[in-house]
């Protein structure tokens, strides 16, 4: 009996990296869902403010409600409310108005009366590479949506 005395001790020695790695690794990866979640989120709302905004400029400007949207909503990750976007990762917005060509989808100029939906996409990178590829070093949230005449 007196050999045992020790054994449980020794267990949870050796199991409690692993039990820890899991647990760590759990909330990690939720923290990941979660931000993910919000900036998809993000996406649909800003492709539907651009998708609604008036495409006809307005007596005395030179860009239409439309086209001033597309152009302040592009570059490092600002919400709605032009807060920047924090978090784990960089995070660099792009949107674009879209067109079909030879039923390919492709990025058009801001004032091309033909554009037909709003692309609105989230990169992110956080600039490691960690082993066996988890956490990914870079993913992306996009979001189409078709431009509404008005």
């Known amino acids: 009996m007196k050999r045992q005395r020790g054994q449980s001790a020794l267990e949870f020695a050796l199991m409690s990296p692993l039990i820890l790695l899991i647990i760590f690794g759990a909330i990690y ?46 570059g490092v990750g600002v919400d709605s409310e032009g807060e920047t976007l924090g978090g784990m990762y960089k995070v660099t917005l792009t949107t674009q108005l879209l067109k079909k060509v030879n039923n390919e989808v492709v990025a058009t100029t801001n004032n ?39």
């Open 29 to 74: 990866g939720g923290g990941m869902f979660i931000q993910f979640m919000n900036y998809s989120n993000e996406a649909r709302t800003i492709a539907r403010e651009i998708a609604v905004a008036s495409k006809v400029v307005a007596t005395g400007e030179t860009k239409s409600p439309r086209e001033k949207l597309v152009e302040s909503h592009n």
């Open 112 to 150: 091309d009366p033909d554009a037909e939906e709003v692309g609105v996409r989230f990169e992110f990178d956080h600039g490691h590479d960690f082993p066996f590829g988890f956490p990914p070093r870079t993913f992306a949230a996009s979001y189409r949506m078709q431009l509404e005449d008005n």
